[in-house]
C-alpha cells in the first residue's frame, strides 16, 4: 500500500509546510523516506512502536537514548481504511512540531487516499480497454470473455451501437485526473459500455436494444463533446455505426471507424448510415489510393496555389464565384488555375467524369503522405 514512490512524494509534499526534517516509515519500522537521505533504510524504533499501539507518540531529547534510531519530535500514524499503513515523523522540538501534527497528518492521509483511488481508476481503465478491444475483435464469445465481463458487470446479450470518439493531436498526453473527469461525464445509460484507447480515444457501446432514438445518441454525443472542448480546451469529432447483435458488434466497430474517417475530415459526428460515397472508398487499401493520386493530381502536389484552388473548388461546391471569394483571387485568375489544373492534370474541372475523378483524388488525399 506504502510504496517509496509514494513515501517520497509524501516527504516532498510535507516539506511546502514545513522547514523540519520527515521520516516516512513503514508498519515494521523502517525508513522509506526522508529529507535527511542518510537515515533512509535505518530502523525507527518510535515508529514501531506507533505503529502498534495506533497513536501519536511524542518522544523528548531525554528519550532518544533509549530508543533506537530515533530523534526528537513526533510520529504520527497513517490510516487508510482504519488501518494504520505506516507513520509520518517530524524531527525538532516536540513542542514547536506538535501543533502541525494533525495537518500533517490529514495530508499525508488525503495522498495517500488520492494515490490509492488513482491507482484504482488506473487499473479498473487498463482492465476495461483491454476486454473492450479484445471483444471486438471476437467473433465468439468465449467462457473467459464471458468470465470477464460478469466481472465488470457488463452485459453482453444487448443489441449494441459502436460509437468512437477521436481528440484533435496535441502536444502532450492528457493526464489522469482529465481522463477521469471526461470519463465520468458522459451521459450513458446503465448498460452502457465507456471506456478510452489509447491517449486519443474514447470507445462507446450504446445499448440499442429497446426505444433507441438516433437523434437522442447524436444530442448526448453533441453535449458531451461541447463540454470536453469547453472544460479542456479540446476538440473532437466522432463516428458512429449501426445497431448490431452481440455477434456482430465488430461489425458496428468497423462502421464507426469509416464513419470516423469522414468526421476526421469534417470535424463533425457522423453516423455510418448517412455516408454513400464513403463506404465504397473507405473499403479500398491505401496502395491503390496513393496509385491513384499518382494516376491524377500528382502532378499539382508540388503546384501549392493549384492544389489549393482545386480543394477549395469542391469545398464550395463547384461555385466559381465562391471559390474566388474564398480564395481571395480574381474570376479570371480562377479561370487561369483552372485551365492549368486540366493542362497538367489532362482532367478538364467543367466535365463531369474528369470532375468527379479530381474530387476522388481530393478524397484520398487525407491518407497521401503530407506535402512539405
Not at 141 to 149: I, N, T, V
Not at 254 to 272: P, S, V, Y
Not at 336 to 342: A, P, Q, S
Amino acid at each position: 500500500m506504502l510504496q517509496p514512490e509514494l513515501a517520497e512524494k509524501i516527504v516532498r509534499e510535507v516539506q511546502r509546510l514545513i522547514s523540519e526534517e520527515i521520516i516516512v516509515v513503514n508498519i515494521d519500522g523502517m525508513i522509506m523516506a526522508s529529507t535527511n537521505r542518510e537515515r533512509i533504510g535505518a530502523f525507527h524504533e518510535g515508529a514501531l512502536l506507533t505503529s502498534q499501539q495506533k497513536k501519536k507518540l511524542i518522544i523528548t531529547e531525554k528519550e532518544t537514548p533509549r530508543l533506537q534510531g530515533v530523534k526528537a519530535g513526533i510520529n504520527l500514524p497513517i490510516f487508510f481504511q482504519h488501518d494504520v499503513i505506516g507513520v509520518i515523523g517530524i524531527t525538532g522540538d516536540p513542542q514547536s512540531v506538535t501543533p502541525f501534527g494533525e495537518i500533517i497528518r490529514k495530508m499525508t492521509e488525503l495522498l495517500i487516499s488520492e494515490n490509492y483511488y488513482g491507482e484504482q481508476f488506473d487499473y479498473h481503465s487498463r482492465a476495461m480497454e483491454t476486454f473492450v478491444l479484445e471483444w471486438l475483435q471476437a467473433h465468439v464469445q468465449s467462457p473467459d470473455l464471458l468470465e470477464r465481463a460478469r466481472a465488470l458487470t457488463i452485459n453482453m446479450d444487448l443489441n449494441r451501437i459502436a460509437l468512437i470518439i477521436e481528440f484533435e493531436q496535441r502536444e502532450f498526453p492528457l493526464s489522469r485526473d482529465v481522463w477521469s473527469s471526461i470519463l465520468n461525464s458522459f451521459s450513458q445509460n446503465k448498460n452502457d459500455v465507456l471506456t478510452r484507447s489509447g491517449n486519443e480515444r474514447i470507445i462507446i457501446l450504446i445499448d440499442c436494444s429497446a426505444s433507441f432514438q438516433p437523434a437522442a445518441v447524436k444530442n448526448r454525443l453533441e453535449q458531451y463533446l461541447q463540454f470536453i472542448k469547453n472544460s479542456f480546451g479540446i476538440a473532437a469529432y466522432a463516428g458512429v455505426g449501426q445497431c448490431a447483435p452481440p455477434t456482430n458488434l465488430h461489425q458496428s466497430y468497423a462502421q464507426a471507424e469509416r464513419a470516423l474517417k469522414m468526421a476526421k475530415r469534417t470535424r463533425k459526428i457522423i453516423f455510418d448510415e448517412e455516408l454513400t460515397l464513403e463506404m465504397i472508398t473507405g473499403e479500398l487499401a491505401s496502395e491503390v489510393k496513393t496509385e491513384y493520386i499518382q494516376r491524377t493530381i500528382a502532378p499539382l502536389l508540388g503546384e501549392r496555389d493549384l492544389l489549393d484552388t482545386l480543394v477549395e473548388l469542391f469545398k464550395q461546391n463547384h461555385s466559381l464565384k465562391n471559390t474566388a471569394q474564398a480564395l481571395h483571387i480574381h474570376i479570371n485568375t480562377l479561370h487561369y488555375r483552372l485551365k492549368k489544373i486540366e493542362e497538367v492534370t489532362h482532367l478538364n474541372p467543367n466535365q463531369i467524369h474528369d470532375l468527379f475523378c479530381l474530387y476522388l483524388a481530393v478524397l484520398f488525399l487525407d491518407e497521401y503522405p503530407k506535402i512539405e
